[in-house]
Every structure is written in structure tokens, then in C-alpha cells.
């Protein structure tokens, strides 16, 4: 009985992964293609690439940008709107673009006179506005979460390490099953 469990939860670990990311996949392209009904399977998914590549050229127009600026000023003078459009605009920002925050993968020290250590990104190294001192704004990411917590570390507890940060975040996310 205990070999059949085994056999149960070994197919589970199997097909459960596959699963589920199919279903994500199928979800959204079905959410895209629901956008725009038009009867043609995968046609949804095509406009939406054409549409977001022709917002992202239009966009990076200079006749644009002081319309972009100017309704992104207005947004952030909204109560309550400029609080969810800047945490929106911030978390793209950080993964998407040329400003990408978790770039600088770091291995921390969280505390004197301990072998433990923490995987983060530093995303800010200087921190006037505070007056943190010699600290770093460092963010740890949470495993298996879309979550995590900033610590103001002192820089002489990071070791900065020499990874790709996709690989590190992989790393973080996957509770350190993935490989570095």
C-alpha cells in the first residue's frame, strides 16, 4: 500500500507542474482571445503583441512622452489611484525595461556572530533621504510567493555575488530547489 502512495505522489510531482502551467497558459490565452472575439483561435494573443508593440513604438516617441508624463502626473496627484498606479509602474519597472531593480544579486550576513545568510537584491546603495548611514536597502524576495520584505543591512554584511539575477531569483523563488 505505501509503494502505491509512492507511485500516487511521484505521478502528482510528475504531471501537477505540467498541469498547472497549462492551465495558466490556456486561462490566458483564452482572457486574450475574449478580448477580441472575432471567431479565430489564437487571434487575440496575435493583436495583443501588435497592440502593445504599437503602444511601446507610439510611446517612445519624443511627441509623446510629455502626454505620458503628464497623465502619469495626474494619476499621482489622485488619492488612492497614485498609490496603486506608482506600486504598479514600480514593480514593472523592477523586472521589465532599463531600470531593472534586482540586478545586483547579494548574499547577506543577517546577523553578527552567525553562519546564516539570506539571497537578496540591493536596490538602493545609498540611503540620504534616511540618513541610514552605511546601510543598503535590500530586498528579499519570499520562496514560492510573489512577496518579500526590505532590510536596511549595513553594507559590510553583503557580499555582493558575480550571477545572472534571473538565476538567483529562481533560486530565492524555488526555495532553493532550482540549481545556481
Do not use: C
Not at 535590500?138 to 550571477?163: A, K, R, W
Request: charged share 15%; glycine share 8%; aromatic share 14%.
Amino acid at each position: 500500500m505505501r509503494r502505491l502512495f509512492s507511485y500516487f505522489l511521484n505521478g502528482l510531482l510528475i504531471i501537477a507542474p505540467f498541469t498547472i502551467t497549462v492551465w495558466i497558459v490556456v486561462a490566458i490565452i483564452d482572457w486574450l482571445n475574449g478580448m477580441f472575439d472575432l471567431g479565430i483561435p489564437g487571434l487575440g494573443i496575435l493583436l495583443m503583441v501588435v497592440l502593445l508593440t504599437l503602444v511601446g513604438y507610439i510611446g517612445s516617441s519624443f511627441l509623446v512622452k510629455p502626454f505620458i508624463t503628464l497623465t502619469e502626473r495626474i494619476f499621482h496627484k489622485v488619492p488612492l489611484i497614485g498609490i496603486v498606479y506608482s506600486s504598479i509602474r514600480d514593480l514593472f519597472d523592477a523586472f521589465v525595461g532599463d531600470n531593472q531593480k534586482f540586478n545586483k544579486p547579494v548574499m547577506v550576513k543577517m546577523y553578527e556572530g552567525s553562519d546564516n545568510h539570506k539571497l537578496g537584491f540591493v536596490t538602493q546603495e545609498v540611503l540620504e533621504s534616511i540618513e541610514a548611514g552605511d546601510k543598503v536597502a535590500v530586498y528579499f524576495p519570499h520562496s514560492y510567493n510573489f512577496s518579500g520584505e526590505l532590510f536596511l543591512v549595513p553594507s559590510q554584511n553583503i557580499t555582493y555575488l558575480d550571477l545572472p539575477s534571473s538565476d538567483v531569483m529562481k533560486f530565492i523563488v524555488s526555495g532553493g530547489v532550482s540549481k545556481l
